[in-house]
């Protein structure tokens, strides 16, 4: 076992050192790597090493651009950070249908967070609890002025502190539920930093109040959610039926039943909707991580969102009201354009400056739109050419990069596959058979 | 509007100037802060600018490591992508701690992959769809064989294809389902391959059996899903009670009963969960992303697996048996260690190489204990010292880096809010005022 003590202790270089030399079969070419994917400047670097802990190099995502989205009537070009291909180019292609059919339009519809103090009360007349509650919940407010007033004067702070009963679940499990309007920063410090300081005063305030409260009150944790389903964003796109894509295998009024079927599968069957809300995941965490927030918190949020109902379902909608189209999406998007990286990571910085400097609500309403342009993309694939197609070309120029093909080699293999599977194999087999035919 | 066409046709420089003089106010200073995030061999940018459309530099994720973890009795030293500071930290800490206690065990428990064919018949004779069904249920297999042939030689293939009526939630509305084994690839282009094909049997065969199945099939799609609940993985983690950690204020026994109702909680309490998962994910992520796979797909199937009994829950969960701690956790993970970027990104590959080129079920195992090993130390946080302890001390140097504080004011501010809550303001004031104090 290579057991090793106070390794995060070490500078950068010896913790290279420690991992190559352990772990790697050829420890000079391995140093070459990681380093070659350091920045050239130190200080940026030493910048990004900072960041999290025990960095030894950095992962390089593909940042890429989408143009032509209109949103809420402003043109905008996103910043997408992924690393599978077809997501910027679908995105972009329903990003230039739409920016001609009046664009996306979102709207926030509530930006409420919440944070909760969990823990266990076994007293049986539950009304000592409340009133006790009742009597001291005015010092959760006041007794924090201290962490709260700069986020007061930007127009947010604590919005209420609720007792919640759920005994019923767990014998004597309670919560002191807090919800909170954060402005501008996703506001986890904000709402992790007030709940331990609930967990003080709640704990100092029942030491003090053995008449009012005599069981003993036991903190489990305090700590925020990532379930947002109250800080909500809707986008939507709406044309007359025959504005949607036609050919000369389809009609517009065709593509509009199938794409409405496509939807309702989604929302019916969990299988499919999963695979269909990662789609519109592909596009929503592209620009969280562009913009320096949290992709996992996002995620999690989302995918519970979806499921709320019982059954795991479809994110988005469509109907067709007096021949006009409507596709629509609600979604949970916590997201901070001031605090953590969004303003520290350079390129996060770069993003937000793309995107006109939003404030946190305006970002919602981008990144709903992003989440709709992919799944728009996405079904209109799937119902009608089938999504192979597409993901095939990238994946056949990714299949020649790891082959080493030239340009010229490149081009020719995909002349050779333009109406056919660049299956893995067939690639490799039609390259290798390219490259004896030009030997001599 | 700023609109353009052939945006993509155009080369990277001319994208870059595209967007940065349409959107930037500085253009000069936003060229060369992409320009200076781009890779110094001209080579390994293209591959990286390849990898996805409409590339205009890179996006740099932490690169951190953390030593000591001993997963089924093997050491490894885990690379770790993540942006979020005490996720290496935390996730290092946990590895050192079961390291001393028999360390993490993981089984594959199943490795299948689904996809579907969506389609619609609208036949009153259900008896006919299922006999057309089972007529041409192996020409599934039988011509597929060029496309199956290697997948079936390295041990996998198609598994199984079935006829499933949803009627019941959809007029007309049928699936063939269809189950895969696709080894050590993650199969997504495999199977959706796979499934474009079995549309075109389908409906040939449909065509050519008219008097066997009257009425027309309607395909809407096929896709595969990454609901992935048969490709499922476990983990434990196992001591007895009195070798859990202690210290003045809590026994091992006490922390052993505080830790089994913070996950007796994730059970129960869906704002609990959301945030419970959201941390595991944190430590799988990581180790997705460093290998080059597509996190996307595994949060909406992890998710949407923690839903699936109708209430969103906590993946992991604990239990004590004569005086034993077991903590453990199935989750759902369909992973790749050839294909895709996996061998592509020169850092997925490098990650590969430092966990010793692990095929796909082992890398299963070890992700799995990733996720179990953030999720004990985010515990054990939160019922002891409360999470924003460890989070505040790295947030502390992140706001230093933003005021752009010296090594020399760094220490010195650190040392001050040594035991004191770091909020941004009050770091804010305390580096101005040091600032001040240093003046003449």
């Known amino acids: 076992m290579t057991k090793i003590k106070g390794f995060s202790k070490l500078n950068k270089e010896a913790r290279v050192d420690w991992v190559i030399s352990n772990y790697l079969q050829d420890p000079k070419k391995s140093l070459r790597l990681l380093k070659s994917y350091w920045h050239s400047d130190d200080d940026v670097q030493k910048l990004h090493d900072e960041f999290v802990e025990n960095t030894i190099t950095n992962f390089f995502m593909p940042f890429g651009v989408a143009p032509n989205f209109l949103i809420n009537g402003k043109d905008y070009c996103l910043p997408l950070v992924t690393e599978e291909s077809s997501v910027v180019a ?3 292609k329903a990003a230039r249908f739409w920016s001609e059919r009046g664009g996306f339009h979102s709207q926030v519809i509530s930006t409420i967070k919440t944070g909760h103090v ?12 409340s009133h006790f509650f009742e009597k001291i919940k005015p010092l959760f407010f006041s007794q924090t002025e201290h962490l709260t007033k700069n986020m007061v004067a930007r127009g947010g702070g604590i919005v209420d502190v609720l007792l919640v009963d759920r005994s019923h679940l767990e014998p ?3 919560q002191l ?3 909170f309007e954060t402005c501008d920063s996703m506001g986890a410090n904000f709402i992790n930093s007030l709940l331990e300081e609930f967990i003080r005063i709640f704990l100092a305030e029942a030491e003090k109040s053995l008449d009012l409260i005599p069981n003993k009150i036991e903190i489990i944790m305090g700590i925020l959610s990532n379930y947002t389903p109250d800080c909500l964003v809707r986008c939507e796109a709406t044309c007359p039926v025959s504005y949607l894509p036609h050919d000369k295998n389809i009609s517009s009024a065709q593509f509009a039943a199938k794409f409405l079927k496509a939807i309702r599968i989604a929302e019916i069957e969990p299988y499919r909707a999963v695979t269909h809300n990662k789609g519109i995941m592909n596009g929503v965490d592209a620009l ?4 320096g927030n949290d992709f996992r918190a996002i995620e ?3 995918h519970a969102f979806a499921a709320k109902t019982g059954t795991y379902s479809s994110l988005s909608h469509a109907e067709i009201n007096d021949d006009n189209f409507r596709f629509y999406m609600d979604i949970p998007l916590a997201l901070g354009t001031i605090g953590g990286l969004t303003t520290l990571h350079p390129m996060a910085k770069f993003s937000l400056q793309l995107l006109g400097k939003p404030d946190a609500r305006t970002l919602m309403m981008i990144i709903a739109a992003a989440g709709v342009s992919q799944n728009f993309s996405a079904i209109r694939s799937l119902i009608t050419t089938g999504i192979q197609k597409g993901h095939m070309k990238m994946h056949l120029l990714n299949i020649l990069n790891q082959l080493g093909a030239s340009d010229l080699e490149k081009e020719k293999i995909i002349a050779l596959f333009k109406n056919k599977v660049p299956s893995h194999s067939a690639v490799v087999k039609a390259f290798e058979e390219m490259k004896e035919g030009m030997q001599p």
Do not use: N, P, Q, R
Request: aromatic share 14%; hydrophobic share 45%.
């Open 118 to 129: 969990h823990f266990l009360w076994h007293g049986k007349e539950k009304e000592l609890l």
């Open 90 to 92: 679908a995105m972009s």
């Open 177 to 179: 539920k807090a919800t």
């Open 300 to 302: 999690a949020g989302v």
């Open 172 to 174: 004597g499990y309670y």
């Open 288 to 291: 969280v991580i562009a913009t």
